[in-house]
């Protein structure tokens, strides 16, 4: 099974920093990975596809980047509703697989 | 409006069996792969199983293999997951999304396998 490693674990960052996630495929994966905000008791919402393709109404301080085994998700103004834990998922190859998550909170 | 509301979830003994159930409306069923996958309390998420529109094709995750099998119903805009012998580990919240994109998700429904 191809394992994504995504790091940091945990980040804490101040409202306009900059911050940036990255998630890397045990296996070169093209750019089959999506990214997925989760907050809370609440089902996760799908912000990038292809690994840089924006869904339909997530804000474009939101962009992915990245192809073969290394992929980025950044937001480029941190805003306090962003509070949320990240994952990606590699959907190149079943078994499909989830990276450990990212949880992003305000300073 | 696209809608995707599971059921089916509850409180079970290691060892039983528990049948989910997802209702699907507002898009055409049919021709979407379809997923089901879960979250343990304060853990990530985790991939359980997928299928394919006409139902040719079903993965697993390996640890729920031969335990567990993912059905569909065109005619009734239902996807299906059947957890036999299920432990303790199997406790999550399970949803249902459209594979085909990800762009849905149900609100998911609470399994505790527990004595």
């Known amino acids: 099974a191809i394992q994504l490693t995504q790091s940091p674990s945990s980040l804490s960052a101040s409202v306009g920093d900059r911050v940036t996630i990255t998630c890397r495929a045990s296996?070169?994966?093209?750019?089959?990975v999506a990214w997925y905000q989760q907050k809370p008791g609440k089902a996760p919402k799908l912000l990038i596809y292809d690994a840089s393709s924006l869904e339909g109404g997530v804000p474009s301080r939101f962009s992915g980047s990245g192809s073969g085994t290394d992929f980025t998700l950044s937001i480029s103004s941190l805003q306090p509703e962003d509070c949320a834990t990240y994952y990606c998922?590699?959907?190149?190859?079943?078994?499909?697989?989830f990276g450990g998550g990212t949880k992003v909170a305000i300073k | 409006e696209v809608q995707l509301v599971e059921s089916g979830g509850g409180l079970v003994k290691p060892g039983g069996s528990l049948r989910l159930s997802c209702a699907a409306s507002g898009f055409t069923f049919s021709p979407h792969s379809m997923e089901w996958v879960r979250q343990a309390p304060g853990k990530g998420l985790e991939w359980v199983s997928s299928?394919?529109?006409?139902?040719?094709?079903?993965y697993y995750t390996d640890s729920v293999k031969g335990r567990f099998t993912i059905s569909r119903d065109n005619a009734k805009n239902s996807l299906y997951l059947q957890m036999n012998s299920l432990r303790a580990e199997d406790t999550a919240v399970y949803y249902c999304?459209?594979?085909?994109?990800?762009?849905?998700w149900g609100q998911g429904t609470l399994v505790t396998v527990s004595s």
């Open positions: 299928i394919s529109g006409s139902s040719t094709y079903t």
């Open positions: 998922q590699q959907v190149h190859d079943y078994p499909l697989t």
């Open positions: 296996q070169g994966i093209s750019s089959a």
């Open positions: 999304a459209r594979e085909t994109d990800g762009r849905y």
